[in-house]
């Protein structure tokens, strides 16, 4: 069992930062890859950036590159969220999860998942 429960959303307008955090408890050990997704009304969602455990591998959607970084600091079982130059089409409820090694990059490869946090970036 692991819990996850992100902070850090809020209302911004386009082109200022926030930063998300993901606080872990549980059982982790098995957990390879944090990840975050997102979603906005009426659409599916979607992937946007993953962290390997116990490597230094990243993975980020297209979408957030070069704007966004994902970081963890294992000992204190956080994971971070870093978004800076926001845009109106980043507004969405953004989750963390956690799960295995295989497909970091889709949802089914997370069992466990966050409440979610708002974020809402104004024109």
């Not at 993901?22 to 950036?49: D, I, N």
């Not at 297209?62 to 845009?87: C, H, P, W």
């Amino acid at each position: 069992q692991v819990q996850l429960v992100e902070s850090g959303g809020g209302l911004v307008q386009a082109g200022d930062s926030l930063r998300l955090s993901c606080a872990t408890s549980g059982r982790t050990s098995s957990t390879y890859f944090m990840g975050w997704f997102r979603q906005a009304p009426g659409k599916e969602r979607e992937f946007v950036t993953a962290i390997s455990s116990n490597t230094d591998a990243r993975f980020y959607a297209d979408s957030v590159k070069g704007r966004f970084t994902i970081s963890r600091d294992n000992a204190r079982k956080l994971v971070y969220l870093q978004m800076n130059s926001l845009e109106p089409e980043d507004t969405a409820v953004y989750y963390c999860a956690a799960g295995g090694a295989t497909r970091p990059l889709m949802r089914d490869n997370y069992p466990y998942w966050g409440q979610g946090t708002q974020v809402t970036v104004s024109s």
